[in-house]
């Protein structure tokens, strides 16, 4: 005849450090699924709800203009960017800043304008407005906005 041993269970029950840390994992999900279903915390992926004017140093650095215009904007492949208030001082965009002496800069930075999409003109700078950039008017106008107050 087999004599069973008796099951030892004195010593299986779930530790309390353990059953501590799971109640604390479903207290800290539930809370971050229950704000987040409720509304409070932005969609992930999409703009925060408040999100004010693009700010032109995250454009400017996002687009890689420094890459060409030096990393204080002051020229390098491309042009000296400081002098954009006073209108362009490439050769090739004076006709674009006296037909457009307000815009010019941000009709050449989209580049999609059929006066600007010339690439013996653009000289290899991409038309932002387009892909893979597609920079918004709004982010080019935030961009050209910081470019007028460089001294
Ligand atoms: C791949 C190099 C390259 C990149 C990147 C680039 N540019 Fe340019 N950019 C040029 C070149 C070259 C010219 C001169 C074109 C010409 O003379 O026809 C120019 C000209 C300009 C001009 C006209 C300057 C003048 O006074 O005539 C502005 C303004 C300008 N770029 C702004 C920008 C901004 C803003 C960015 C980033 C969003 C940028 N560029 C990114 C190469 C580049």
């Not at 008796?6 to 994992?25: D, E, H, K, Y």
């Not at 002051?74 to 457009?100: I, M, R």
């Not at 930075?109 to 387009?130: E, K, L, N, W, Y």
């Amino acid at each position: 005849m087999t004599v069973h041993t008796p099951i030892q269970s004195a010593n299986r029950r779930i530790p309390g450090w353990a059953m501590g840390f799971t109640l604390a994992v479903v207290v800290a999900g539930g809370a971050y699924f229950g704000t987040n279903l409720s509304g409070h915390n932005p969609p992930i992926g999409g703009p925060p709800p408040s999100a004010g004017p693009p700010d032109a140093h995250m454009v400017i650095a996002k687009a890689g203009c420094m890459a060409c215009h030096g990393p204080d904007l002051t020229g390098q492949v491309g042009p000296n960017l400081h002098h954009v208030k006073d209108g362009p001082t490439s050769a090739n965009l004076k006709q674009l800043g006296t037909d457009h002496p307000d815009d010019w800069a941000n009709i050449w930075i989209a580049g999609t304008d059929p006066a600007v999409s010339d690439p013996a003109m653009r000289m290899g700078m991409p038309a932002f407005a387009a892909p893979p950039y597609k920079l918004t008017p709004e982010e080019i106008a935030s961009v050209v906005a910081y470019l007028k107050t460089l001294p």
